[in-house]
């Protein structure tokens, strides 16, 4: 499991209270927190650190170029826009699958691991996302980051992949691509209406739910061998698949030159980044997208969704995903009347997908505080408590109207 350690960075000042330190990035990792507490920033120093080992490991980088001094902060942090939370105390520290990378002295330090990897597609969905159905041309914003351009061009390909329609996971609402006028379209009952007229949370969504399921479908579906990969990406394999073909060498070499090629572009994994899934959506309509992207997140093994968020609705959801894994292994163990009856009675649940859940063992939720510490929520019964920062807020509201009705049983 890859693992992150961070201290006096930007927001992010004691780091994890817990493990030595180590931030355990599972295959659901949420973080909650106050605003400007690091959630963000954990999350994009984990999609730098994962995307410094893929292109480490598809050799369209060698280690000596990242190992130059000051390369990490003057030309890998400004993707993310994190420069200016490095300083000389910063520690990083990332423990990856097939490479260990630490920061020392404005140097990274790289040390290879042999091991087993699942290549992956990695994509950072920003907060910024909900703009990008009524902005004609955002790549014409100077202010865009490089993460919020890449996501851009990724949902871009996302749109021109619609053949008919995509179906939302709330309302009854389907997507289509208009080519001539360029145009998404919003299909509702009894109405068709371009996204840019639409409401903020399907602003909000659409652009996350399309480039999320476009690039599971190219991870599961990889007939073709350059599937998902980026401009550059494509540009890198075309020149590496020229020269072999090219080269003087016996057919048989030249097919396992060919194979290691394909293994070294081809996505064998999505490893999903999303700030504040919840964006703009009612509690119900969080719950049936959060469905939507764990279905993705289990599509694959090697598959991890990673996020931050404010919504006591969404860690509501991961709990009673991962009580209803824990439900359907007792299931399995019963008599069969016993066993069809309560699996029919599980599978009515409409809220809850059986390839929505979370197996005990593969959840990590992070509370981020406001002084720049971080700790894992602890479990009860294999479950995430409820004493939680988000939870806490809502009992403070109950406690809050008890006391006014105290308050007025005084003066009346």
């Given at each position: 499991?890859?693992?992150?350690?961070?201290?006096?960075?930007?927001?992010?000042?004691?780091?994890?209270?817990?493990?030595?330190?180590?931030?355990?990035?599972?295959?659901?990792?949420?973080?909650?927190?106050?605003?400007?507490?690091?959630?963000?920033?954990?999350?994009?120093?984990?999609?730098?650190?994962?995307?410094?080992?893929?292109?480490?490991?598809?050799?369209?980088?060698?280690?000596?170029?990242?190992?130059?001094?000051?390369?990490?902060?003057?030309?890998?942090?400004?993707?993310?826009?994190?420069?200016?939370?490095?300083?000389?105390?910063?520690?990083?520290?990332?423990?990856?699958?097939?490479?260990?990378?630490?920061?020392?002295?404005?140097?990274?330090?790289?040390?290879?691991k042999k091991a087993g990897y699942a290549l992956p597609q990695i994509m950072f969905v920003?907060?910024?996302?909900?703009?990008?159905?009524?902005?004609?041309?955002?790549?014409?914003?100077?202010?865009?980051?490089?993460?919020?351009?890449?996501?851009?061009?990724?949902?871009?390909?996302?749109?021109?992949?619609?053949?008919?329609?995509?179906?939302?996971?709330?309302?009854?609402?389907?997507?289509?691509?208009?080519?001539?006028?360029?145009?998404?379209?919003?299909l509702g009952p009894g109405y068709r209406i371009p996204l840019f007229d639409a409401a903020?949370?399907?602003?909000?969504?659409?652009?996350?739910?399309?480039?999320?399921?476009?690039?599971?479908?190219?991870?599961?579906?990889?007939?073709?061998?350059?599937?998902?990969?980026?401009?550059?990406?494509?540009?890198?394999?075309?020149?590496?698949?020229?020269?072999?073909?090219?080269?003087?060498?016996?057919?048989?070499?030249?097919?396992?030159?060919?194979?290691?090629?394909?293994?070294?572009?081809?996505?064998?994994?999505?490893?999903?980044?999303?700030?504040?899934?919840?964006?703009?959506?009612?509690?119900?309509?969080?719950?049936?997208?959060?469905?939507?992207l764990l279905e993705i997140n289990n599509s694959k093994p090697a598959n991890r969704f990673?996020?931050?968020?404010?919504?006591?609705?969404?860690?509501?959801?991961?709990?009673?995903?991962?009580?209803?894994?824990?439900?359907?292994?007792?299931?399995?163990?019963?008599?069969?009347?016993?066993?069809?009856?309560?699996?029919?009675?599980?599978?009515?649940?409409?809220?809850?997908?059986?390839?929505?859940?979370?197996?005990?063992?593969?959840?990590?939720?992070?509370?981020?505080?406001?002084?720049?510490?971080?700790?894992?929520?602890?479990?009860?019964?294999?479950?995430?408590?409820?004493?939680?920062?988000?939870?806490?807020?809502?009992?403070?509201?109950?406690?809050?109207?008890?006391?006014?009705?105290?308050?007025?049983?005084?003066?009346?």
């Amino acid at each position: 499991m890859p693992r992150i350690k961070i201290k006096n960075f930007g927001p992010i000042k004691d780091g994890c209270l817990e493990n030595g330190g180590w931030i355990e990035i599972d295959k659901v990792t949420a973080f909650i927190g106050n605003q400007g507490s690091g959630k963000s920033t954990i999350t994009k120093l984990i999609s730098t650190f994962m995307w410094i080992e893929k292109v480490l490991f598809r050799g369209d980088f060698d280690i000596k170029w990242f190992k130059r001094k000051n390369r990490f902060k003057n030309t890998i942090l400004p993707y993310h826009r994190l420069e200016k939370y490095l300083s000389k105390e910063s520690v990083i520290d990332y423990q990856g699958e097939v490479f260990d990378i630490s920061l020392k002295d404005d140097r990274l330090q790289i040390t290879e691991k042999k091991a087993g990897y699942a290549l992956p597609q990695i994509m950072f969905v920003p907060a910024e996302r909900n703009f990008v159905a009524y902005v004609k041309s955002p790549k014409m914003l100077r202010l865009a980051s490089g993460s919020l351009l890449d996501f851009i061009d990724m949902f871009e390909e996302a749109k021109r992949s619609i053949s008919k329609t995509v179906e939302l996971p709330f309302n009854n609402v389907k997507v289509n691509y208009d080519r001539l006028n360029d145009r998404l379209n919003l299909l509702g009952p009894g109405y068709r209406i371009p996204l840019f007229d639409a409401a903020s949370g399907f602003m909000s969504v659409v652009p996350l739910y399309l480039v999320s399921s476009y690039l599971a479908q190219t991870v599961i579906n990889i007939n073709d061998d350059n599937a998902a990969l980026s401009g550059l990406e494509r540009e890198n394999f075309k020149k590496e698949l020229e020269k072999i073909l090219t080269e003087d060498m016996p057919d048989e070499m030249r097919k396992i030159a060919i194979s290691s090629l394909v293994k070294r572009f081809v996505k064998k994994s999505f490893v999903n980044i999303v700030e504040e899934p919840e964006q703009n959506l009612f509690p119900s309509s969080q719950w049936n997208l959060m469905k939507k992207l764990l279905e993705i997140n289990n599509s694959k093994p090697a598959n991890r969704f990673i996020f931050s968020t404010h919504s006591p609705y969404i860690i509501s959801y991961l709990s009673l995903n991962l009580k209803a894994y824990m439900v359907k292994q007792m299931i399995e163990q019963a008599d069969d009347k016993t066993k069809s009856n309560a699996l029919e009675k599980l599978k009515n649940l409409q809220e809850i997908s059986l390839n929505s859940l979370i197996a005990p063992g593969q959840l990590n939720i992070y509370q981020v505080t406001d002084n720049g510490s971080v700790s894992r929520l602890p479990e009860t019964s294999g479950i995430p408590s409820d004493n939680n920062f988000l939870y806490n807020y809502l009992d403070r509201a109950n406690n809050l109207y008890d006391d006014l009705l105290e308050i007025e049983d005084m003066v009346e």
